[in-house]
């Protein structure tokens, strides 16, 4: 007799159509926070970043997530529950994604492994705090909103305005075919650099000098 699946694959498959029509609005954000807390191979994300078809692109994450097991479903529906992805897709808060706890055996593990992937939820996305204007931690939903506004120039800002080596912007470019996913890329590098420095009013404030500002209109979204 075939092993029932376990619970969290149980509900993905069951939100799956759901959720490929609400995350394929911005399929590459999500695909960056799932990769950025390795829920996804190194294969895996390679042939996912490949799909040029947003919906496809969904499809094929969440087929991946599925096929690694229990712990890899548990990490994205975690991560689907995170308030960054909740503002950018706020229709997730219409679904279900609650795993119902089966066995009571369970509950003591099941809460370790939830605690682990909180607290690594928020070393990959900081947490919303409250704060004045530009002074919290940018968040990546801000970091993706600034890097679809950087054009040709991006290597030149990461090198003189970031302050980012010349052969970490060569490894970016190797690492990401897209030239948006390269400019978030290297605005989540300068983030995990400055740690608690890595404000989204400091960022507009490097982002702003003379010699490459960008539009305000472009940057302007790090200080609401």
């Known amino acids: 007799m075939a092993e029932e ?14 959720l490929i029509e609400i995350l394929s609005a911005d399929a590459d954000f999500v695909l960056q926070h799932a990769d950025a807390l390795c829920l ?14 947003p919906c ?15 712990e890899a479903a548990r990490g994205l529906l975690e991560l689907l529950k995170h308030q960054d992805l909740r503002e950018t897709f706020p229709m997730l808060r219409s679904v279900n994604l609650q795993v119902n706890t089966l066995s009571p ?7 370790k492994r939830k605690k682990k992937t909180a607290h690594h939820l928020q ?66 590098y300068w983030r995990s650099c400055q740690k608690e420095k890595a404000t989204a009013a400091h960022l507009h404030s490097l982002l702003s000098q003379e010699d490459w500002a960008l539009p305000p209109e472009s940057i302007d979204s790090l200080l609401d």
Request: charged share 30%; proline share 3%.
């Open 5 to 18: 699946p376990a619970a969290e694959i149980q509900l993905l498959r069951s939100h799956k159509v759901k």
């Open 40 to 53: 996804l191979s190194a294969q895996g994300y390679q042939q996912v970043k490949a799909c040029r078809v």
């Open 56 to 70: 496809e692109k969904v499809t094929d994450l969440l087929d991946h997530i599925i096929q690694r097991g229990p």
């Open 105 to 111: 055996g369970k509950n003591k593990s099941s809460r």
């Open 123 to 188: 070393e990959v996305i900081p947490s919303k705090q409250i704060c004045a204007k530009g002074s919290c931690l940018v968040k990546e939903k801000q970091l993706m909103t600034v890097a679809r506004t950087i054009g040709r120039s991006w290597r030149e800002i990461g090198r003189l305005a970031l302050d980012i080596p010349s052969v970490k912007l060569e490894q970016i470019e190797e690492d990401h075919s897209l030239h948006v996913e390269r400019v978030f890329a290297m605005l989540r």
